[in-house]
Every structure is written in C-alpha cells, then in structure tokens.
C-alpha cells in the first residue's frame, strides 16, 4: 500500500469515528441537556432558593473533590489506551486500564475517607459558611467515592470508543436518570427539601456506575491477558493532568465557593442558576469533547498533523454556530429565559447569565485545545496555563466579588476563561504547528 493510500484509509477511519462517536455524544449530550434543563427547573420549584444554593454548593464541592481523587487517571487513561489501541497492542491496553482504575479508586477512596472524618463539616462551617451543608458531610464522602469511580470508568470507555455509553453514564449526563426522580418528586407533593433531593441524586449516580462498570467489564475481558504499566510511569503522567484538572474544575466551579464565601445561601442559588444555564453554551463543544480525545491521541502517534488539524477545526466551527445563536438568545431574553425555567426571584442573574456565557462562547470557539495539549505529550503546558487562569480567577473573584457581588464574580470567571484558552491556543500553534480554532473555510470543504 501506498502513502497516499495509508493516508487516505487513516482518513476514512477518522471520518467514521467522528460520525458515529458524533451521532452517539450528540444523542447522549443533547438527552442530557433536556433532561438537564428539566431537572434545574423542578429543583428551582422544590426547595427554596436558600436550599438551592446548599444543593449548588455540595454539587460543586462534590465535583471538585472528585477531581482531585481521581488524581488525573482519567486523561491518562484515555491517552494510553489509545495510543496503545492505535498500535493494536491489547496488553497494553488491558495494562494500562487495570492501573489507571486501581490507582484512581485509592484516590477516591483516600479524599472520601478525610471528608468523612471531618473534612467536610469544616469546609461547610469554615469555609463555605453553611450550616446546612455541614449535615451533609457524610453524603458528600459518599457522592465523591461514587463521582471517581464514575469519571473513570466513563472516559475508559470513552478511550476504547463507546462513545454513547461514555456520555449517557458519565456524571454530567446522570440528570437523563435522574429527571423521573425529581418529576415524581414534585408531582407527588410539589414540595422536597433537600434532605430529600440529594440523597436521589446520589443514588442515581450510584445506578449509573453499576450500569458502566458493567460495560467496561465486557469491553475488557476481551482484551488479551497480561501485560504491565508502570504505576510509578503512569503517575508521573497523571501528576501534571491532575494539576491540570484541579486548576480547571476550580475555574469552573470555584466560582460557586468564593461566591458561598461571601454572600448568602440565596445570592450563590442565583449564581449557580446562572452558571448552570450558561453550561448550555458549551453543550455543543462537549459533544465534540465526548468523541475527540481518542482520535487525537491516535492521529498524533501516527504522525498526521495535517488531518489532525483539519478535524480539530471542523469540528470547532460545527460546535461554534450554536454556541453563538445560544449566547446571542441569551443577551436578548436573558430574563425572560431565567424567570420560565426557574422563577421569577432568579431574572436578577440575567447580567451574571450573560457575562458568563461570553466567557463560554470564546471556549468553544478556538476549540479543543486543552484535550490537544493533553493527548500530545503537552501536559506540563496544560498544568501551567490551567493553573495561571484558576489563579486569574481566585484573585479576581475576591476582588470582583468585594467590589460587585455576584456581578464581579461572574467578570473573573469569564475572564479566566478566555485567558486561559486563548493561551492555550497560543501554545497549540507555536508548539504542534497546528490551529484548533473555528473557521468558515472549514465548512466549505469535505468532512474530516
């Protein structure tokens, strides 16, 4: 076989990843984002905004905790599966799933222990000021553990291209399971405190894993027996991806906690119902996100920049269009879109909805560079950058948040954003020789 041949079939397999893994995240991100949007609007009419804001914040402090339990073995995951997979080298693979699991499951088990053993009563009494979160220190153990384990798993059948499985049973899409629950919550009374809603929602989470851990177990067993990763080599790996995910799980949802610092219980529901709305900006380069990470990690050990480049911003610009009609929606009846999904007390975030979905709109728009940096051996350019906008966030959010409220909040937090991904693109660029971002052009050619 010829090169232009090899390179024409290397091709074709490209285009057919992304159409099925693309059909299958947009299903499961688009399922969950319906269901998403039904679940916030019932939350908002269960408990009073002040619970809101606890289920918020433990949703946060949760998500958080997790990050770092999980001790970057997710990314580390897919990139070595991957390349291994890309190889056709099973043993490795099977090697590298057996250690990335094991060694993320102690990390969970490791930060739920210390919240269950009063970790987490002193970050709701001394940190985030909340008497009522601190009830629920021994959920909070028990949703981290679950959350790990369901990171892991999920993005491992992400890497071995079970893209539809890996969206609809990762934590963010456990709303599609959990929408019946909190239907049949308020059809029943129209009323449930939060006492009552956080613990179904961990429950759902837990039938999800159940669900996951399954499939994994079947994809699995088919992989040849055998094989070694290095614990010692795959930590060093993880150390930079885990600084990388703190940095940016502390941009996204830090924001929560300085805002919990600070304000009231109620003042953090409007701001979390703002920042959960925004979400749906980036829904669209998150379906992109659900199937890329593999094919880039393949692409990159094969050597085809080009066709890597050329898939990166295709399928930026095809995440872009909605992302701006969205943010645009938003600025006209921001509002109007506040009060019909969550009340009438919540149109005050509207300025906060908008600024906040500005800093979203530019993330999606130069496209998959986080990923590209960590699937092409760039994690310690993925460390640094991450942790310089989580730093740009903190200080800002402290001084915004002083001066404005919520308002100001909301300014770092874009800000943060948009920083750290135009840097990041910036290094993709010098680095890889290869642009990420949207461009018209790309959709005048053929599909990737």
Request: glycine fraction near 10%.
């Amino acid at each position: 076989m010829s090169t232009s041949d090899e390179d024409e079939s290397a091709g074709v397999d490209v285009g057919l990843l992304l159409r099925r893994g693309g059909v299958r995240a947009l299903i499961g991100v688009g399922g969950t984002a319906v269901a998403w949007l039904g679940v916030n609007a019932l939350l908002a009419r269960l408990p009073t905004p002040a619970e809101l804001g606890v289920f918020f914040l433990a949703q946060a402090s949760a998500m958080i905790a997790a990050t770092g339990a999980r001790a970057g073995m997710t990314h580390a995951a897919v990139r070595l599966i991957a390349a291994a997979m890309g190889r056709g080298d099973g043993l490795a693979a099977r090697a590298a799933l057996r250690t990335t699991l094991l060694l993320g499951l102690l990390g969970g088990v490791v930060v739920s222990l210390a919240l269950w053993l009063g970790g987490g009563r002193w970050l709701a009494y001394r940190v985030l000021g909340s008497s009522l979160l601190a009830d629920f220190a021994g959920l909070l153990a028990l949703w981290t553990l679950i959350l790990t384990a369901q990171f892991l798993v999920a993005e491992a059948l992400r890497a071995f291209h079970r893209i539809g499985a890996a969206v609809v049973l990762a934590p963010g899409a456990t709303n599609i399971l959990f929408f019946p629950v909190a239907a049949w919550m308020w059809f029943r009374s129209g009323v449930a405190p939060v006492e009552d809603v956080l613990p179904s929602l961990v429950a759902t989470h837990a039938t999800a894993l159940v669900v996951a851990a399954l499939l994994l177990w079947s994809v699995g067993r088919s992989l040849p027996k055998g094989g070694h990763a290095s614990a010692s080599g795959v930590m060093a790996l993880a150390a930079p991806l885990l600084l990388s995910d703190l940095a940016f799980v502390i941009s996204s949802r830090g924001d929560l906690w300085l805002v919990g610092s600070f304000e009231s219980d109620a003042h953090v529901a409007l701001y979390g119902a703002a920042a959960q709305l925004c979400l749906l900006i980036s829904m669209s380069i998150k379906v992109v996100n659900s199937v890329i990470p593999p094919i880039i990690a393949e692409l990159f050990v094969r050597g085809e920049r080009v066709q890597l480049e050329g898939t990166l911003q295709y399928t930026a610009t095809l995440a872009s269009v909605p992302a701006i009609a969205g943010f645009l929606v938003f600025l006209i009846a921001g509002p109007q879109i506040l009060e019909f999904i969550y009340g009438e007390f919540y149109r005050d975030a509207a300025l906060v909805l908008v600024i906040l979905a500005a800093g979203h709109v530019c993330h999606v728009v130069v496209g998959s560079v986080g990923l590209t940096l960590m699937m092409t051996k760039h994690e310690h350019a993925t460390m640094r950058l991450s942790m310089l906008g989580a730093a740009i966030m903190v200080g800002g959010c402290l001084a915004g948040g002083a001066v404005a409220g919520i308002v100001g909040v909301a300014v770092a937090t874009a800000a943060s954003l948009v920083v750290t991904n135009i840097s990041m693109w910036f290094v993709v660029r010098t680095q890889l020789r290869v642009s990420t971002h949207a461009s018209l052009l790309r959709l005048r050619r053929q599909s990737p």
